[in-house]
């Protein structure tokens, strides 16, 4: 298993405010798969970020969130 960290931005469909963070996940060693990355960081990040911006306001779906992959690189942190 290698660890990796990657750069990314999140936006809601309805919610104002960007998400600009970086994510650190372990994986076996290869090619990232961002598509796949975008769905973990969604699940475990992005959406409890969205949900907590948001207060009671809107309801968070993972479908109105779209994430960017800026950079992925291994990491020995």
Known sequence: MMTYIAHFT???RVVEIEQHS?????QE???VDKELLANKIIR?????FFRLASGD???IEQN???????KAL????
Do not use: L, Q, T
Request: proline residues 3%; neutral net charge; aromatic residues 14%.
């Open 10 to 12: 999140a936006k809601h």
């Open 22 to 26: 970086i994510f650190i996940w372990r």
């Open 29 to 31: 060693s290869g090619e």
């Open 57 to 59: 306001n809107y309801v």
């Open 64 to 70: 109105d969130i779209s994430i960017c992959v800026r």
């Open 74 to 77: 291994p990491f020995s942190g």
């Open 44 to 48: 475990e990040s992005s959406i409890h």
